[in-house]
């Protein structure tokens, strides 16, 4: 060890032709200290790696390179450069066989990556799509989550949680069927699950792993239950982290807006290290992120957003609260405005006026501006947390801490130990408008008008809002590799892992006498007078007394276990090569404790208690790959996968779900699925490559899915069977809804087929088109939508949903034709169904020319159909194209260059337009586009810039890198979108807009 921390402190020497070379024929341990004495550089190795190898003579002018690769010429060993110019010898990669090139690579020997999948490729038979190391590098994008988002065209995700609220967790969304459908896979295993009030899960964080780490990501964008079993009807992503680094480095990154602000933060290091001469490696890393919070006034979005809805549609806005509120007092009538006689009686001729904020208690001046603003709504944001210092989304506190231990003990018995600890930390400021909006009738001296007026009014710190969130995710997982006869190879592993969310929000709202103050001028004692059309300095110190802190404080942890015995090997010899066959057997459980959440509204909390929730899901498994011919002409390389997966699910939850009492004893529900994938993939001629293949898969029902909800009472439903009477008004009605405890799993189906053209040695130029196919059937529904009219409609299909009363003699002379209803089930059903059609498209070519190296490339998806349809008979929803479905069009393209120490790349993103409104129908449609001014958000488009330059010497195998990163580059707005309740942009776009990133990463050891 003493000798390699010396080398890696030399100087390095240059690489040029070493004269008068003249190394003796013999032990080659002898012939490399030797040549490292004559041609003075550092040759590292250990005995146990050179053993008794011989070698021949070597005399002459020779470069040093040539000559270590002349010495080890035919002994299975290699040789790697560092970064300070010293070579280290190891063994040479073995060259994986066909069949290893089909089992999982944590049991290809050789290989130290943990992954426990296969290896997918691109051009697997089912369509893969596989992003490198150096895909996600140049994306310079600061986690998975957002990566995924801009260079990942499959992934319909609208919103990413962090734009919605505080919430930094991670979430992708193939194909738009929901975050639930997609699986996400570390190294081949699933990561516990991020708990989800009150009782059910999320998708796992990914978003805490550094970048920095990631090897590649394959992702499958059609029904994979064969392969990963249940929970990914619409496709899975794994994440496969580079585990077998050798070597030290840290890197630094900085990012800013072109406008000074959205700072982010980053840093990283990792050292991978052998103590005893390659029998153990061992790599750990960590790293911290953080990104300052963008605020409102920083940018235009709330402003552009209400000004556009006012003009567009002042009707609404006046017509109903919450009315605007901004950098003024906006106060608004039901009515034309007047003055009271006491102040002129000048009719303003409008409804609405405003003043600026700051005025004193000169009631002629207030008078005077109220006139002269009337028709005039301030619309720009006010200053504070209530206006232009309110977060446009969640800012991210994120580090990590990665560990890989693997031991060889020789004859192919391999042990590992892997850790993944990842923290989250989310942070956001916003405020609730509502508690801006006071009524002030005519008669009150707070009011100078005739008429009642609201008062719209941007006052710290009534309704801001703090919100923090917690993401923690852990695994631990130790396995052991061994082999078994015949070439099959065995692998155990155990799995322990814990999540962890929580929230807490604190929200500064009004006292209850905040409405006497105002409303009927009524001042509590000790309390100041509220004058908010008086001195506003006054106001605003005195409205502080009317003030209360609400918090609210949740948290539940999810605990994982998982036990897995992976076997595989060769079956039998086919003319393609050996028939490969995966088993696995396994058993994972993920238990929700019991937890609370605590409501601070008075001086004692109020307390809801969630549940403990537990899922078990035990797993039998096998994929076997046939490769049937070699060459025979049109079925060239012929190959088979056929994968079979069943999953017994047991779900135990309360009886019933109480928050203030204690729940009943727990209910188990089961399910059991049987899900297959199978398909082929054939040459049939020289750069053409076709495959075709279809899967099942299955979506267990959600733990919340499962538990009904009843409640009694009444509402104006009318009762069709007794003269339009309202259920629940002649007696106790108990209405229904929420889950079910017979719901079977959501079913799935997906057909893929695809073709791959590629030209030259079949790399470059490479160019697929794959159609897939997912349908969906089972899907679990509210019953008719949950429309009680509906349902008593149709009570002769459904009569199981609703009890009668017997139906009185009474009853008969009315003509009423049943008794009243007691008891009306809308809980959910199996009847959904979804049908989603797509074409993904990836071109690459990489060629070389006298300028430099080229790369080029292409990723598109097409998703032309997303049918939802509630259940037989119902209205068939297409949801492509509107806000709340998926874009018909997303892609991005680019174009990479580099030369000697130099890369430089562009990448651009595209997303077609979409409809403003959700794909059902609504009755305030007509409206949001009319506030909107159009019925389409338009198409979007975006271009980076990135590149890297080396900073150590030419011949160096690696170096100092520094990578910078220039997003937006034309620094588009984000188009602007009319929603109250939304941050006044697509959510598409970046916020930040234009940005700047630069990274500086250096090797403090070979690598």
């Known amino acids: 060890m003493a000798l390699v921390v010396a080398a890696l402190v030399a100087t390095p020497v240059s690489a040029a032709v070493v004269p008068g070379v003249d190394v003796p024929a013999g032990p080659l341990s002898a012939a490399l200290t030797a040549l490292g004495r004559q041609a003075n550089i550092d040759i590292l190795f250990s005995d146990r790696v050179i053993g008794d190898r011989q070698c021949a003579a070597l005399r002459g002018e020779v470069a040093p390179g040539d000559a270590l690769a002349r010495l080890l010429a035919g002994s299975g060993l290699t040789y790697r450069r560092t970064a300070e110019g010293a070579y280290i010898i190891e063994q040479a990669a073995v060259a994986p066989t066909e069949f290893e090139e089909a089992i ?43 990566f995924a988002r801009s260079r990942l065209p499959a992934n ?40 989800s009030p009150p009782f059910s899960f999320n998708q796992p964080d990914v978003n805490g792993i550094p970048v920095e780490m990631i090897d590649r990501i394959e992702v499958l964008t059609a029904t994979a239950g064969g392969v990963y079993g249940t929970g990914a009807t619409s496709g899975a992503v794994n994440i496969v982290l580079q585990n077998d680094f050798r070597g030290a480095e840290v890197s630094a990154t900085t990012g800013v807006s072109s406008r000074g602000d959205a700072f982010e933060y980053r840093l990283f290091g990792r050292v ?12 750990l890393a960590a790293s911290w992120a953080r990104e300052a919070i963008l605020q409102a006034g920083e940018r235009d979005y709330l402003d552009r957003a209400a000004r556009r809805r006012f003009a567009n549609d002042p009707e609404t806005v006046l017509g109903a609260s919450p009315f605007p509120t901004g950098n003024g007092i906006n106060i608004i009538g039901t009515e034309p405005l ?67 231990v693997r031991h060889d003990f020789g004859g192919g018995v391999e042990a590992a130990v892997d850790l993944i600890d990842t923290r989250n930390r989310g942070r956001r400021r916003s405020a609730s408008y509502s508690s801006s909006i006071y009524p002030i009738p005519a008669s009150q001296p707070n009011n100078p008008f005739q008429q009642t007026v609201f008062l719209a009014i941007p006052a710290d710190p009534l309704g801001v809002a703090l919100e923090r969130t917690i993401n923690d ?229 959600a733990t919340d899915q499962i538990g009904a909800r009843q409640s009694t009472g009444s509402n104006s439903t009318p009762d069709p069977q007794r003269g339009g009477r309202f259920l629940g008004r002649e007696v106790t009605t108990t209405f229904v809804t929420g889950g079910r405890s017979d719901l079977r799993p959501e079913r799935a189906r997906s057909i893929s087929a695809g073709a791959i053209v590629s030209l030259g040695d079949g790399a470059s130029p490479r160019l697929s088109v794959d159609f ?41 002379v009315l003509g009423f034709t049943a008794g009243p209803v007691t008891r009306i089930d809308l809980s959910s059903i199996n009847l959904g169904r979804t049908r989603i059609d797509a074409v993904d498209v990836a071109f690459d070519h990489s060629f070389s020319a006298p300028a430099g190296d080229f790369n080029a490339y292409l990723r598109a998806t097409w998703e032309p159909t997303f049918t939802q349809q509630a259940g037989p008979g119902a209205l068939a929803i297409e949801r492509v194209g509107y806000v709340d479905g998926p874009l018909e069009w997303r892609g991005n393209a680019g174009l990479d260059w580099s030369r000697g120490r130099f890369t430089v790349g562009c990448n651009g993103q595209f997303y077609s337009r979409y409809r403003v409104v959700r794909s059902v129908t609504t009755a305030t449609e007509a409206q949001t586009i009319k506030a909107q001014g159009a019925l389409h958000i338009p198409a979007q488009f975006y271009v980076d810039l990135y590149g890297t330059y080396r900073l150590g010497p030419n011949d160096a195998a690696s170096g100092p890198e520094l990578r910078w990163g220039l997003s937006n580059v034309f620094d588009r707005r984000p188009p602007t979108v009319v929603d109250p309740n939304g941050p006044g942009y697509s959510f598409y776009g970046d916020p930040r807009r234009r940005r700047f990133q630069l990274t500086l990463d250096v090797p403090l050891a070979g690598r």
């Not at 529904?781 to 349902?791: D, K, Q, W």
Request: a positive charge; hydrophobic letters at 40%; glycine letters at 8%.
């Open 473 to 701: 995710t852990q695994r631990l997982t130790a396995s052991l590799t061994v082999p078994l006869p015949g070439r099959w190879r065995a692998n155990a592993e155990i799995g322990r892992g814990h999540a962890r969310a929580a929230t807490l929000a604190t929200v500064t709202g009004e006292t209850d006498d905040l409405f006497l103050a105002l409303y009927r001028d009524v001042t509590p004692a000790g309390k100041p007078v509220l004058r908010p059309l008086g001195d506003w300095d006054e106001f605003t110190t005195a409205i502080g007394s009317y003030a209360k802190a609400r918090a609210t404080t949740s948290g539940q942890s999810d605990r994982f276990r998982n036990l897995a015995l992976r076997l595989a090997g060769p079956v039998l010899q086919l003319a393609g090569g050996p028939a490969a066959l995966t088993l696995l057997a396994e058993n994972r459980r993920e238990t929700i404790a019991e937890s609370q959440t605590l409501l601070f509204f008075s001086d004692e909390p109020i307390v809801f208690n969630l549940p403990r929730v537990a899922r078990k899901v035990q797993s039998l498994y096998g994929e076997g790959r046939l490769p049937l011919t070699a060459d025979a002409g049109l079925f060239s390389r012929l190959e088979l996968q056929l994968a079979l997966r069943h999953d017994w699910t047991r779900t135990t939850l309360p009886g019933a779900v109480t928050f203030f009492e204690t729940d009943p004893p727990p209910y188990a529900k089961r399910n059991s699925t049987t899900m297959y994938t199978a398909g082929f993939r054939v040459a049939p001629m020289p750069g053409l490559l076709l495959r075709a293949s279809t899967a099942t898969g299955a979506l267990p029902p």
């Open 104 to 146: 999982p690579e944590i049991l290809v020997i050789g290989r130290r990556v943990q992954n426990s999948d296969i290896r997918r490729t691109q051009d697997d038979i089912q369509p893969y799509q596989v992003y490198s190391r150096h895909d996600v590098q140049r994306a310079r994008s600061s986690s998975i989550e957002a």
């Open 272 to 283: 991978g290290f052998t103590p005893d001469n390659g029998r153990t490696n061992v790599m």
């Open 156 to 195: 319909a995700q609208i919103a990413s949680p962090r734009q919605t609220g505080s919430n930094t967790r991670s979430e992708i969304n193939l194909r738009g069927l929901g975050a639930n459908q997609t699986l996400i896979l570390v190294d081949g295993r699933r990561m516990p699950n991020l708990p």
């Open 338 to 404: 007047t003055l009271d006689p006491e102040f002129g009686g000048t009719a303003l001729g409008a409804r609405f006026t405003t003043l600026p904020l700051g005025l004193g208690a000169d009631v002629a001046t207030r008078n005077a501006l109220l006139v002269a603003n009337a028709g005039t709504l301030t619309l720009d944001q006010a200053p504070g947390v209530r206006g232009t210092g309110a977060s446009v989304q969640g800012s991210p506190e994120v580090r990590s801490i990665l560990l890989n």
């Open 772 to 812: 897939t196919r997912i349908t969906k059937r089972d899907e679990i529904v509210p019953l008719l939508g949950g429309n009680e009219a509906l349902l008593l409609a149709n009570e002769a299909i459904y009569p199981d949903r609703i009890t009668r009363a017997p139906l009185s003699d009474a009853d008969r």
